[in-house]
Structure formats: structure tokens, C-alpha cells
């Protein structure tokens, strides 16, 4: 069946279910687009503030529409709340909902790396971050977050579909020692995600609350670029022991670098301290370290926040040759000079 053949009989069961206030859910206005991928349907239902414990029995009922039609593919369903009408009944004196903290089921610790600002190698770096943890004897699971532009899955050479249990429990990849989970093994060669905030911050609770991590003693979280929605939904809902900061020595990078600093301190999560990513070129004929994006900004900036520099990371060949065909230098490459800046830092850390 094609992916919007799909879709409409999804459509369709969904028009079997009853909404509260009449009609079904199939034609009610808070229906989101329906997203077929490659392992998983997935839609949004927002309803008013209030009204989410109504709506639950519909988010089970339309989970079990969607495994009737869908066959193996999972069924991402959210349940959000109209955030005009949220504002609207708070300035009218009603409490501001808050959102309950949970550990992560089987996690001992939890690390987010996070930039700001794209470009700057911090998918790259959590990669081999995760890996340094694992070389150090540690359980370690790398959770993708980037919801728009997961390239985990390319950085640690990952081929096809997470398997879905009985229970509708994602069983992560394993690559190098790594549990891994990314929405990126659910699409299909270029498909883009296309999903509104909540849906995209929907995704990711599922992806970290519906996967068997099974006990690890560290999960480390690629952060997509920015200080959106996926960012404050991870600080909302989960209790991280901190954030690792990932920069080019470039002031350009450096600005976006100090909003995602700021981001986490206005949430109270702590920053254990800079990355310096691609902090010089060594020449391999003279030896000389060439700083190609500046000199020391990264370092300088943490000194000047009262922040803890962690290290720098060469810019060198390997690392792009090896990031590419999904064999991470960590990996593959443990005693070169690249790796041991990875297990450098992982060991301050």
C-alpha cells in the first residue's frame, strides 16, 4: 500500500471514533496532517486546556484505529494543548499547568549536547562523545533529537527500520557498542519531516520514553540546532544531569553558542562545560597548528561565562572521511590523535 493510499484508510478509521462535543475524530479541527513514514504514523490532536483527560481515550482508541490499517508501523499519536487558548485562560487567572520531571526507565545519567547553531559538528561530536563514555567501560545509549535533521543514523552507518515490539516498544539499533535511536531510520532516503512544534517535541517523547534502553549508565542526547521547542520540552520533561556546549572558535558560532548557555540557565540545567570543535588544522608536513576559525574562542568565552572548557577537536580529514562512512573515528581509529581528543574530554566529563 503507498504512503497516501495509507493515510486515507488511516483517515478513514479515524472516522469511526467519537470526539467529546459530537462528530468524529477523523473531521474534528484539531487533527493535525497524518505523516506516514517508513516504520510509524504519526498526527497530532490538540484539544482546549482542560480538556486532555477527555481526550485520552481517544488517543488509545485511535492508536488501536491505526494498527488495525498500518500493519508493523508504530503509531505516533500526541495529544497537545492550544497554547492561544492556554495564554488566553492564564490571563484570566486560571494555573499555569506545569509538567512532572521523570527519569528516563533503566538511564542512570542523562548528557545533552546542544550549539545553538548548525554547522559546528555537534551531531559528530555527541557521536564520538558516546563512544568515548563506551571506551571507558560505560553502558552507553545515543538518543537523536534533531526531529528535522537526524544524521545519527548516517555518522554510525545504521541500515534500515528500529524493530517495534508486540507492546508497541521501539528496540533501538546497536552500533559500536551504542544503543541508538533516531527518526531518521524511519524515513525514506530524502523525506523531510514536516510536523509543527508540538508534534516534533511529541516525537521525541516517544522516541526517549518508548524505546528498551534496557540499563545504561549514561544516555547522551543530540540536540537539534537552536533553543526551540524540542529543546524546552527535554528540559521540561526530563531531569538532566547537564549540557555539554559544542562551538567553533568563530564569533559567528560563538553568539548562537552563548543563546543555547542562556537557554539552559534560565531552565536551571547545568552546563558541564565547551566544546572547541575544529579548533586548529595541524599541517601535516611542518607540524605548525593553523587556527582556521579563529584562535581560542571557544576557550575564551567559557573563561569569560565562568564556565569549564572541556578541550578542542583538530579539524582533520579523518574525522569528516570517517563521519561519513558511518565509522567514527572513536570507533575506528581509537589511538589517533583525533580519538584521544574525544576520550580527553569524555574523561573530564
Not at 555539554?244 to 548557555?261: H, W
Request: hydrophobic share 40%; with cysteine; charged share 20%.
Amino acid at each position: 500500500m503507498s504512503d497516501k493510499a495509507l493515510e486515507q484508510s488511516v483517515r478513514n478509521a479515524l472516522g469511526n471514533i467519537n470526539v467529546p462535543g459530537g462528530g468524529v475524530l477523523s473531521q474534528y479541527p484539531g487533527l493535525s496532517d497524518i505523516i506516514v513514514t517508513q516504520s510509524a504514523v504519526a498526527f497530532a490532536i490538540t484539544v482546549q486546556p482542560g480538556m486532555e483527560a477527555a481526550f485520552k481515550p481517544i488517543v488509545d482508541a485511535a492508536k488501536e484505529a491505526v494498527a488495525s490499517v498500518a500493519g508493523d508501523k508504530k503509531a505516533m499519536v500526541s495529544l497537545t494543548s492550544d497554547k492561544a487558548a492556554a495564554q488566553k485562560a492564564q490571563k484570566a487567572g486560571q494555573p499555569k499547568p506545569t509538567v512532572q520531571k521523570e527519569p528516563v526507565k533503566g538511564v542512570k545519567t542523562v548528557i545533552a549536547v546542544a550549539s545553538g547553531k548548525g554547522g559546528v559538528g555537534k551531531s559528530t561530536t555527541a557521536v564520538n562523545l558516546a563512544l568515548a563514555f563506551a571506551h571507558e567501560g560505560k553502558k552507553v545509549g545515543i538518543l537523536d533529537a534533531d526531529i528535522y535533521g537526524p544524521s545519527i543514523p548516517k555518522l554510525l552507518g545504521l541500515q534500515g527500520k528500529p524493530a517495534v515490539r508486540e507492546d508497541g516498544i521501539f528496540a533501538p539499533h546497536e552500533a559500536y557498542g551504542l544503543k541508538v535511536m533516531s527518526i531518521g531510520s524511519m524515513l525514506e532516503g530524502d523525506q523531510a519531516v514536516m510536523w509543527r512544534g508540538p508534534m516534533a517535541s511529541s516525537a521525541l517523547k516517544q522516541l526517549l520514553r518508548e524505546t528498551d534502553w534496557g540499563e545504561l549508565d549514561l544516555l547522551v542526547i543530540d540536540l537539534p540546532p537552536g533553543t526551540g521547542d524540542v529543546h524546552i520540552s527535554l528540559v521540561q520533561q526530563v531531569e538532566l544531569t547537564g549540557a555539554v556546549i559544542v562551538s567553533t572558535p568563530q564569533d559567528l558560532a560563538l553568539i548562537d553558542a552563548r543563546k543555547a548557555i542562556d537557554m539552559f540557565a534560565r531552565t536551571q540545567t547545568r552546563i558541564l562545560g565547551l566544546i572547541e570543535n575544529m579548533s586548529y588544522f595541524e599541517c601535516p608536513n611542518c607540524g605548525s597548528q593553523h587556527h582556521i576559525f579563529g584562535d581560542h574562542g571557544a576557550e575564551n568565552t567559557a573563561s569569560e561565562l565562568g564556565l569549564k572548557f572541556l578541550g578542542g577537536i583538530p579539524l582533520q580529514m579523518a574525522i569528516r572521511e570517517n563521519s561519513d562512512s558511518g565509522k567514527p573515528v572513536v570507533a575506528t581509529m581509537p589511538d589517533s590523535i583525533e580519538a584521544k581528543a574525544y576520550l580527553d574530554i569524555a574523561k573530564k566529563l
